[in-house]
């Protein structure tokens, strides 16, 4: 029998003290950007939007490019039902993450046929054509317009919604704890090392015995309920919905997010959104048609002179200062 306690890979998901750094700094976050919590309300929201595409991308090895249709679903599911008469935020929440997972069980099996560029192709046209009939269907979703005037109930019946964001911005950072910490138990499970091998060598793990196809639409429904989770959260701390939520770009925008942070490295969809999105907005409020420019510079820049993103950078300076003579 082959030991694996000491494997690198295991050794990789162990707990460590620096995992409850995401937590203080959002406890943090609350007291010191206390004039930003709206904006840092959906800062954490599209944390969750990265993390999901995260799963299925950096530990799964699936890239697809129509990851918005399960925000959108979550977000326009969250909508509706609000507007049906069904207003608890928590229960809309949980009942969205539902539709979008159903929906990613569904498509799963026969999106997961494909690999490589089919893929990207196949799931971008798909985006499209979700986008154009919502576009279309303005009787349900709106159209150009969106869905307005959407009213929530108080979070647990005690916590009204505020203009100032400190609602959102606790009832969202409660969220996202349990995203992490529940893709922190899935990635380090057996079934988690089994996704890392199917990216690494799919045709190894076939060879194995492992269920390639049955592992792979897991991670995808799983994913898929975490980006509907997220286009719901943005739902109910922001009152509105429009095509937006089921745009192209956002799967994009994700995806630069985590190229940012690191690409399957958990953590990396956390710090990809916040620099991401601080970048986009302070840079707005500078030059509002310089955005994107400062954005592409910072890709270049990482891409070009880092390795695994910003995490993969600190690792790699910790590495070296901790290499010996380092310090002569």
């Avoid at 950072?173 to 090392?193: E, P, Q, T």
Wanted: a neutral charge; glycine letters at 12%; proline letters at 2%.
């Amino acid at each position: 029998m082959i030991d694996i306690r000491g494997s690198a890979a295991l050794d990789r998901y162990r707990p460590r003290w620096t995992e409850a750094l995401p937590l203080i700094a959002m406890a943090g976050g609350y007291v010191v950007f206390s004039n930003y919590l709206v904006f840092a309300a959906s800062v954490m929201v599209m944390a969750i939007f990265a993390l999901s595409l995260d799963l299925i991308i950096g530990f799964a090895g699936v890239l697809t490019l129509g990851h918005a249709v399960f925000y959108g679903l979550g977000a326009y599911g969250s909508g509706l039902m609000a507007l049906a008469g069904l207003k608890d935020p928590i229960v809309n929440s949980v009942c969205a993450a539902l539709l979008a997972a159903g929906v990613g069980f569904a498509a799963g099996p026969l999106l997961l046929r494909l690999r490589g560029i089919r893929l990207i192709m196949v799931t971008l046209g798909l985006a499209a054509i979700v986008f154009e009939a919502a576009n279309k269907a303005d009787w349900l979703t709106g159209g150009h317009d969106g869905l307005q005037n959407i009213e929530f109930s108080a979070v647990l019946g005690r916590f009204d919604w505020s203009l100032d964001g400190s609602t959102a911005y606790v009832y969202v950072a409660c969220w996202l704890a349990l995203a992490v910490i529940g893709m922190r138990i899935v990635i380090s499970s057996s079934f988690g090392m089994a996704l890392q091998g199917v990216r690494e060598n799919e045709a190894r793990m076939l060879v194995l015995g492992a269920p390639v196809q049955a592992q792979l639409t897991l991670a995808f429904v799983i994913s898929a309920g975490l980006a509907g989770l997220a286009g719901a959260l943005a739902t109910e701390t922001n009152a509105f919905v429009s095509l937006d939520a089921l745009s192209i770009d956002l799967s994009i925008y994700a995806l630069a997010m985590l190229a940012l942070g690191g690409i399957g490295r958990l953590y990396g969809a956390l710090v990809g959104a916040v620099v991401y999105m601080s970048v986009q907005y302070f840079t707005q409020e500078l030059n509002p048609a310089y955005w994107m420019f400062a954005i592409g510079a910072l890709l270049i820049a990482v891409v070009r002179f880092g390795r695994g993103g910003l995490l993969g950078s600190l690792d790699a300076l910790w590495m070296r200062l901790q290499a010996p003579g380092a310090a002569r």
